[in-house]
Structures are given as C-alpha cells and as structure tokens.
C-alpha cells in the first residue's frame, strides 16, 4: 500500500507506528467499515470476527454488495482487504467470539474495537479482559445521521460498573439513556428515540452515513493515540452529527 498522500497529515515516524499496531475488530457490521478504512489509513495487522451471514438488510449501511448475500461477513471483509492490499496481514475468524477466544486473541493485540451485540454477555467481557492485559477498548455507537464513539482502559470504569446494572442486557438502556440526556444530542434523535421505544420493533435503525462517521471516529481516535494526543475517556464519549454542522 502507497501511504505517500498521508504525509501532510500523518508523519513518516506515525504510520510506521500504525503499521506496527495489531487491531482486532469484534463484529463486522460498523467493524467492516473500520476495518477498511483503518487498512487505508495505516493499520496493516487487523484481526476481523464474525459469525454472521450477509443478509440483504445489512446492504443499507455495511461493507458488502447484492453478491454477497448469504456469505460469511468476517470472509467477505477479509477478501474485500487483501482485493484492496494483498501485503496486509489480515486474519480471518469467521464465527462468534466467546469467552475463550476472547481471552486468547485479547493479549495478543493492542486494540480491540468492540462491535458485540449489547444483549451478549461478551459484550462487558471485552472490558474485563482488555483491563486485565492493559489493552484499549473503543466502542462506536450508530446515533442516526452521527455516532458516538468512547475508549475504555484499565484506567476506566467498566460498563456494568459505571452504570450499576446487574446484567449485561441492561446495558444498552443505560448507553442511550445516558446519550439521550447528555444535553448534547439533537432534537430530531431524542424524538426519534420515542418513536424507537414506542415501535417495540425487533430491529435497530440505521443508516450508511452513520457506520462511515463511526469508522471514521474509530480510526480518528487511533491516530490521535499514536500521535499522543489526549483523548476523552468513558464514561465521556464524543458525539458527531452531520445535522449539527457548525457553521464557520
């Protein structure tokens, strides 16, 4: 991979550190768009998992096309990043991670970024493990026409500590709740959030532009990381909207 137009805006020195930081990516539905744009970005080691299908409702918002319908999404990602670099080292797990595979691929990395489904009791468990080795977790979150992104280390609480919820599938309540009466969040999300509470629908909403902003914060973060840049922690997170712009 040609990195040469990085150059203005990431140094010589910063993308050998990219290249050097080993990136497991927990899911490949908002993790497929990390994972792309990371590899574009300078991160050559990427562990993506996945147990999933490619369905045709994930077309609206995921790295795949009409052709990979019914193909593994972890398999799918990876082909798609060696079509894109054939040199990266792009390793492939294609099923769900449990306790045991997390404990095992977590050491070995030094960013997880975890996309778990919130009703999974894998999900406070990558904090757990990433905590116990010293590893950093980043969380993004689909919000509409925006994402909110938080970094979790063994310096900050975990989820269930942080929102004094019992049992994992509390969690996801507490993240929006949380959001939602942050003060910050638009108008049109906090109404749209009525409506998601009202519809009882079995499925969450979202849209392409919002998996971009969210890999695109993701990859920011690292960046920011290598460059030593502070970066807020949990249980602060960082929230952009495309229907907040800030007018200059």
Request: net charge negative; with cysteine; glycine share 6%.
């Amino acid at each position: 991979m040609d990195y040469s137009r990085n150059w203005l805006f990431i140094s010589e020195l910063e993308q050998q550190k990219l290249a050097e930081i080993k990136l497991l990516i927990v899911g490949c539905g908002i993790g497929g768009v990390v994972a792309e744009q990371a590899l574009r970005t300078g991160i050559r080691h990427i562990t993506i998992a996945d147990g999933d299908t490619v369905e045709a409702s994930n077309l609206n918002r995921q790295n795949f096309t009409a052709r990979d319908l019914g193909k593994s999404k972890a398999e799918t990602i990876g082909h798609r990043l060696t079509n894109i670099d054939s040199t990266a080292n792009v390793n492939i797990i294609p099923m769900y991670l449990r306790g045991d595979e997390l404990n095992e691929l977590i050491p070995s990395h030094d960013i997880v970024v975890n996309t778990i489904d919130f009703d999974a009791p894998e999900f406070p468990l990558v904090h757990k493990i990433c905590e116990r080795h010293g590893k950093t977790e980043i969380f993004p979150i689909n919000l509409g026409f925006g994402s909110g992104m938080t970094i979790l280390n063994k310096t900050t609480p975990g989820w269930l500590e942080h929102y004094q919820v019992e049992a994992h599938t509390e969690i996801k309540e507490a993240i929006l709740q949380h959001l939602l009466h942050s003060g910050v969040i638009k108008d049109y999300l906090v109404n749209s959030a009525r409506r998601y509470y009202q519809s009882q629908v079995e499925y969450d909403s979202q849209l392409a532009i919002s998996s971009s902003i969210s890999a695109s914060m993701v990859v920011g973060a690292i960046v920011s990381m290598v460059k030593g840049e502070q970066i807020p922690k949990f249980p602060n997170f960082q929230y952009v909207d495309v229907m907040a712009p800030i007018i200059i």
